[in-house]
């Protein structure tokens, strides 16, 4: 139909009060691209356990709803899901099941899934240990596992699953925002690398406030936000993503979402309570809210779970409210599957480890036998499971690509993947389609290495190239797709002339 034949069909149309269909008939011959959203309740019950630690916790009090939240993008040809659990961690298991039952229900492909959590440690029992896993092993070593270690508690991971797959099938069927705007902010001062070199020569985690052998942060942090909105037709904000870089360790206490809670609280303070978040951690293992060079006591956890999300969230309104909408086309997928060894502890240390498990944690010190008795699970893990399948996703939605791992990704990482990236907005995600524990830089393993997370346990243990086979399987991702347009306003009128009132000469009288 050309423009002018429109135009005369408009009149006829208004004259005739048929203005609606003609306009609707027009808008359904173009294609647009539509972003749905949804959310759902997966808070756990008073008395589950805590995850986030190697022990048992158990939870008392709840401070705030922890969610399954989701966005479905289409581009008319394309539909891609990017969820957001609040939980610890997400096993390759659950995604699994997930993923399959999203496809049967409501047909999207399950390549297109992105299945993420926000690594809450506030959270219900999605993890460490699955009941089962262990049945294998000796019964000491299952004594170990199931009544010594953090555990997932079945009936809620079917509770959590059957929530994924509602909160995505009702995004698929929400049509209400027709156009998207993107960009990036910084969240400056809220977020800090955990690790530092020391005089010792190495490096440690978290050696606390005023230690006088602390030389310089072993590794940078990342304060960029990067945030999508979907905008419905009256220009209302139904949903958007949020990618921040920051351990959700501040915890508020009692059950909760953890720092992100106070995220969503801002963004539904300006652009309403109906308003989804979805949530994306980026590459975060080295990178908390904890202040290790601060000359002052640190924030108690309410206040520093209100800094961090407070801050965050404006910097996502800031984003949201500065830029254009428009159309995010094209949307697309795509994923590969790495092969990764496991690390295996040496045959004397297994064997330590296992006659100082046998004595008390008090005897021995609690930390010693805590990390005794990983050593144990972990070689009884690999007699299972000595290589993890770990996939790296890419999901593109027009100019933004998520490029997701499935670790505790140290922030260099999520760097080296956004300098590679041909995209304007890169947002790396981590814990995401499955967990396989830390994954530090190969300089963490070196001279000057060490702290927590380059510890060897059942959780973590990946060999030390993994953390850049991921990048570069990123990357790659990346590169093999086209960026689309970032919307912007309409380009101003070509200068006719300078405003009449204001070209004129002081008056002084």
């Known amino acids: 139909m050309t423009a002018s034949v429109f135009r005369l069909i408009t009149i006829f149309s208004i004259l005739m009060g048929q203005v609606q269909f003609v306009a609707a008939q027009e808008s359904e011959s173009e294609p647009k691209a539509i972003a749905g959203f949804a959310e759902r309740d997966i808070t756990p019950d008073i008395g589950m356990e805590r995850p986030g630690g190697y022990g048992k916790i ?75 896993e262990y049945d294998h092993a000796s019964e000491f070593v299952q004594e170990l596992a199931y009544e010594k270690s953090s555990n997932a508690n079945l009936d809620y991971l079917k509770h959590v699953e059957d929530q994924i797959v509602a909160a995505v099938c ?39 406030p005023g230690n006088p052998a602390i030389i310089e942060p072993a590794g940078p942090t990342d304060p960029e936000v990067g945030v999508i909105g979907a905008w419905d037709t009256e220009g209302n ?81 800031k984003v949201l409210l500065r830029e254009e909408p428009g159309q995010l086309t094209p949307v697309a997928h795509s ?29 021995v010190g609690a930390t010693e036998w805590a990390f005794s008795k990983e050593i144990v699970l972990l070689d009884a893990r690999l007699s299972k499971e000595p290589i993890a399948e770990v996939e790296v996703q890419a999901i ?36 995401a389609n499955g967990c396989v524990g830390y994954v530090p830089t190969e300089e963490a393993f070196g001279s000057r290495g060490g702290g927590y997370e380059t510890r060897l346990s059942s959780y973590s243990n990946l060999e030390i190239t993994a953390g850049q086979q991921m990048v570069d399987a990123a990357i790659e991702l990346a590169n093999q797709m086209k960026p689309g347009a970032v919307p912007t306003r309409e380009p101003a009128a070509k200068f006719t002339a300078s405003w009449t009132y204001g070209a004129v000469p002081p008056e002084l009288d």
Do not use: W
């Open 237 to 317: 904000l139904t949903g958007c993503i949020v990618n921040f870089v920051c351990h959700a360790t501040a915890s508020p206490g009692g059950i909760s979402a953890n720092y992100i809670y106070y995220v969503e609280q801002v963004i539904r303070g300006v652009f309403g309570e109906d308003v989804v978040v979805v949530f994306l951690a980026g590459a975060s293992g080295d990178v908390t809210q904890v202040e290790n060079q601060t000359k002052f006591v640190g924030r108690k956890p309410e206040q520093s779970s209100r800094y961090v999300g407070g801050t965050v969230g404006a910097e996502a309104v």
């Open 170 to 208: 009702e995004a698929a069927g929400d049509k209400r925002a027709n156009q998207c705007s993107v960009g990036k902010g910084r969240a400056e001062g809220v977020a800090f690398n955990r690790r530092f070199y020391m005089t010792s020569g190495l490096t440690h985690t978290h050696p606390r």
């Open 58 to 132: 158990f939870h008392k009090s709840v401070h705030d709803p922890c969610k399954v939240r989701a966005a479905v993008f289409t581009d008319g040809d394309n539909r891609v899901a990017i969820v957001s659990v609040d939980a610890l961690l997400v096993r390759r298991q659950l995604v699994l099941g997930a993923r399959k039952r999203i496809t049967e229900k409501c047909g999207i492909n399950a390549g297109a899934i992105l299945i993420h959590a926000t690594h809450s440690h506030s959270s219900g029992p999605t993890g460490m240990i699955y009941p089962g």
């Open 335 to 363: 994923s590969k599957i790495l092969k990764i060894e496991r690390r295996a502890p040496r045959p004397e240390r297994v064997a330590a480890s296992l006659e100082l498990t046998k004595k008390q944690p008090a005897e």
């Open 396 to 431: 593109q939605v027009g100019p933004v690509v998520m490029l997701t791992d499935p670790a505790e990704f140290f922030c260099q990482f999520g760097l080296d993947i956004k300098a590679g990236s041909p995209f304007p907005l890169t947002f790396p995600v981590s814990l």
